[in-house]
Each structure stands twice: as structure tokens, then as C-alpha cells.
């Protein structure tokens, strides 16, 4: 599908069209979450803005992908034929962050989020997963949704955390310890 042109008119009189043609209002909470999916895509375009790593850059391009992929299925509801985020997706996010930590120090305190700009605006990106985590389980509420989103959105926030973890022992950097934790100086 080829777009030549952006805008399309149908939209300004605040609804817009579902996968399954159906027109809803902007606010509907299946269109309020695919609208948090491409504020999580672009929270993850700004990290890759300050990456120096290719294979993490690359892989941050394919969660790009993997988010378009989400924001497909969140959009046409059940019933539809359209790609779906299925199990090997999870999977996928829960065997990498095991390799990542298998490198890393256990965390036994909170860390601030913080540090350099890439490992700052993931701990960004994990908030914003966090936030359409809490808007699927509103959706899920009053609409069929496929069950592979929510414990995909919910890894995803988790992975995103043990990225910014990882970058920051790439970069050799320190993880800053919330101020009540026991790790930190000032207690």
C-alpha cells in the first residue's frame, strides 16, 4: 500500500476507522492504546537517535517493527485476518533479557531513571509501556483482545528496564540508587 497523501478528512469529526471498518471516536480505548504503541515506537526512534551500537540499534529496529506489528492487531479486533503478536514474541523477549542477565549484577535496590541520553529515554520508553500496559487492561476489560498482547506489552516493559541496565554496563557507567535504598551514600 502506497500513500500519497497524508491527511484523508474522514477524521475531523473526531472518530476514526477500525481494521474491521468499523468507525469509533478517537477516545475509544482500542484507539487510545494504538496511539500509545506509536508514542512507544517514537520514544524508541529518540534512543536509537543517541545509539553507537549497531546490533542494538538493529534490535531496537526490529522492536520497531515487532511494535507495528502490535499496533496491527490492537487496531482490527478479534475475528479479523491480520498478523498477530503470537507467544514466540514474548518468548523472544523473556530468552533475551536471561542472556542479559546472566552478565549483569543481580539488582537488590531501585535505581533511578537515569544516565546517559539512550539509557535515559528507554527508562522513557518503559513508562510508556507501563502506561499502554495499564490501557490494554482497561480495553481487555469491555473487549475481546488477542491474549498474547498484555504478557507482551508487560515483557516489553521488562526488557526495556534490562536494556537500559545492559547499556549502562556498556557504557561503563553507574546506576544511581534511590535515595531510601540501602546502597545509597546519604542514609
Known amino acids: ?61 526490529q522492536l520497531q517493527h515487532d511494535l507495528f506489528l502490535l499496533g496491527a492487531d490492537l487496531i482490527t479486533p478479534p475475528g479479523q485476518e491480520v498478523p498477530r503478536v503470537e507467544l514466540r514474541h514474548v518468548q523472544a523477549l523473556e530468552e533475551e533479557m536471561d542472556r542479559w542477565n546472566d552478565r549483569l549484577e543481580p539488582l537488590q535496590e531501585f535505581i533511578l531513571p537515569t544516565g546517559s541520553p539512550p539509557v535515559a529515554f528507554l527508562h522513557l520508553a518503559r513508562t510508556v509501556c507501563r502506561r499502554l500496559e495499564r490501557t490494554l487492561v482497561h ?39 534511590a535515595r531510601f535504598s540501602k546502597k545509597h551514600k546519604n542514609l
Open 139 to 177: 480495553l481487555a476489560e469491555s473487549e475481546p483482545l488477542n491474549p498474547q498482547v498484555i504478557p507482551f506489552v508487560n515483557r516489553l516493559s521488562d526488557w526495556l528496564f534490562v536494556l537500559g541496565r545492559v547499556m549502562t554496563h556498556l557504557e561503563k557507567g553507574e546506576e544511581t540508587y
Open 1 to 61: 500500500m502506497r500513500i500519497n497523501r497524508v491527511y484523508t478528512r474522514t477524521g475531523d469529526q473526531g472518530t476514526t476507522q477500525l481494521g474491521n471498518g468499523v468507525r469509533v471516536s478517537k477516545t475509544h480505548p482500542r484507539v487510545e492504546a494504538v496511539g500509545t504503541v506509536d508514542e512507544l515506537n517514537a520514544t524508541i526512534g529518540i534512543v536509537r537517535a543517541f545509539l553507537k551500537d549497531p546490533s542494538l540499534d538493529h534490535r531496537l529496529e
